[in-house]
């Protein structure tokens, strides 16, 4: 699923800054019990798959008519024997707070000051179809071999890609897509020409 372009707001940077503040507790709260991989898994697969899968869902975490307890009720009914009693916690504490909307916003936090703290680099990775375990362990591998650090994939599903994968890491392309390679034997291609261009025009400059 490809993710809509974002312009930052106002309420986006203020979403931003509150995702940091909570992000710093849940991760302080799970380092805490050791529990951090799980957590973050657990929280990613929640925001990325389950919210967004079930749009009703999300409606109800945000919505403020919907009173704390029944929220409550709702995560123990849904992942009390599915998550992580940490997250859990968690999760209560920020419905009690009014902030269960702000769940997207928390998960991005967390990964970053968790890669920060890792000395990780994330590399983005867009394929039209979901990657196998087998090209994502690929991938990983040789990111990590060249980059000589530890890496995690944000992977994202783009039909506008088109055999191949498209990875980004900081400013740094790797495009094996067909239209990656088409663009670069045009660019070849456009060399090529321009610099028949500029022979022959020393040529006829030689010759006058």
């Known amino acids: 699923m490809r993710e809509p372009i974002k312009h930052d707001t106002v309420l986006d940077t203020g979403a931003e800054r509150l995702g940091v ?25 929640l925001v990325t798959e389950t919210l967004r899968e079930h749009h009703d ?8 008519r919907v009173n704390i307890l029944e929220k409550h009720r ?23 707070r009014g902030r269960l909307g702000f769940l997207a916003a928390i998960l991005r936090a967390a990964e970053e000051q968790q890669d920060e703290f ?3 680099i994330v590399a983005e ?29 944000r992977e994202l599903v783009d039909p506008e890609v088109i055999g191949g994968v498209v990875i980004r890491v900081g400013d740094t392309v790797f495009d094996s ?9 045009s660019r070849r291609a456009s060399s090529g020409f321009a610099k028949q261009l500029l022979n022959r025009f020393d040529e006829f400059a030689s010759n006058t």
Do not use: H, W
């Open 21 to 45: 503040t909570y992000a710093t507790a849940l991760l302080g709260a799970a380092k805490s019990e050791n529990v951090v991989d799980e957590v973050l898994s657990q929280l990613s697969q």
């Open 57 to 64: 869902l999300a409606i109800v975490f945000a919505s403020p």
């Open 74 to 96: 709702i995560l123990d009914r849904l992942f009390g024997d599915q998550l992580n009693p940490v997250l859990l916690r968690f999760l209560k504490v920020t419905a009690v």
């Open 118 to 120: 890792m000395n990780r």
């Open 125 to 153: 990775v867009r394929s039209a179809v979901e990657l196998t375990d087998d090209l994502r362990d690929q991938i990983r591998a040789r990111l990590a071999q060249t980059f000589s650090k530890e890496v995690r994939l």
């Open 177 to 185: 897509s067909v239209a990656g390679r088409l663009e670069a034997m």
